[in-house]
């Protein structure tokens, strides 16, 4: 097996803009961010098949950009920005091909979590994934990057461009209503 | 972090159920590059900024300066000589100016100012009366 290059974002970058390496470059960047961008995206969007196709059009997205990506901000941040923005889209589209309304309550994309074969979680999980879905698109992701993710509020400030302390009171919102929601379910 | 946590999400963890396929990552990485259209790409000259070429140099002015640090705090607790600390010790107790004349002054009562102050009057008051005669 072939060791693993070491991943240095800096000669990425450099690399990203030189025609004669782009490529490999962005082959790179997708190897070192594909998982983490994977269940940030899989956690908004749920079912795995839709995650696939979302982190896809990150990555499309992202290359076909790439020239307009001049290193000001962290590769990182750029990417998640991508993927919120995908998921958030695609959670919509979603919305209207069920003839929901966008303020409809979302626990439409967790019903078919039971029946998902990528999911093998117990009742809990699901009632929390039913809880965390309730939420409004901001608070979900603020709560599931901060949870699940561990993700410091500053670099979730610079991802999502609201303060630390707008991000702080969003995920204690967000707390509570998943508290309220799972004790009234029982 | 733990201290957000309120006590009820103990119980879900951190897992939520997602699995993915064997080898999804892998594969996705390989099916991802191929998948990727021809773009144009302007050549950039990105240039590393100053911190980036001199970080190297100051990680190792760093690490040499804490050796150096670490080796004398080392050598002068190992060439400490007890007879020279009994030595010091002696002249500072010995030294008159070391003692603080605010702690002195401190020992001074409102009581004996009283009486000084007293013992002033009286002694004008006796001046007065001898000068009067």
Sequence with gaps: MAAREKYDEAVVVAQLHDPNQCKAAFGKVIEHYSSQLYWQIRRMVIDHDDANDVLQNTFLKAWTSIDNFRGDAKLSTWLYKIAINESITFVNKKKVMNQLSIDDDESFLVNQLESDEWFDGDEAQINLQKAIATLPDKQRLVFNMRYYDEMKYDEMSEILGTSEGALKASYHHAVKKIEQYLSEKG | MKQEDTSFLTKYGKDPGFKVPENYFAD????????????????????????????PLVYLAAMFAGVWCMLTVLKNVNNTDP????????KLTD???????????GSVSDYDIINYEDSVVMSNEEEVIEQND
Excluded: C, H
């Design chain 2, 28 to 55: 996705f990485n390989k099916r991802m590059v191929d998948m990727l259209p021809d773009v144009e790409i302007t050549p950039v000259d990105v240039k590393p900024t100053m911190w980036q070429r001199v970080r």
């Design chain 2, 83 to 90: 007879y020279a600390v009994g030595a010091v010790a002696e």
């Design chain 2, 95 to 105: 030294d008159k100016s070391n003692v603080d004349e605010f702690i002195m002054s």
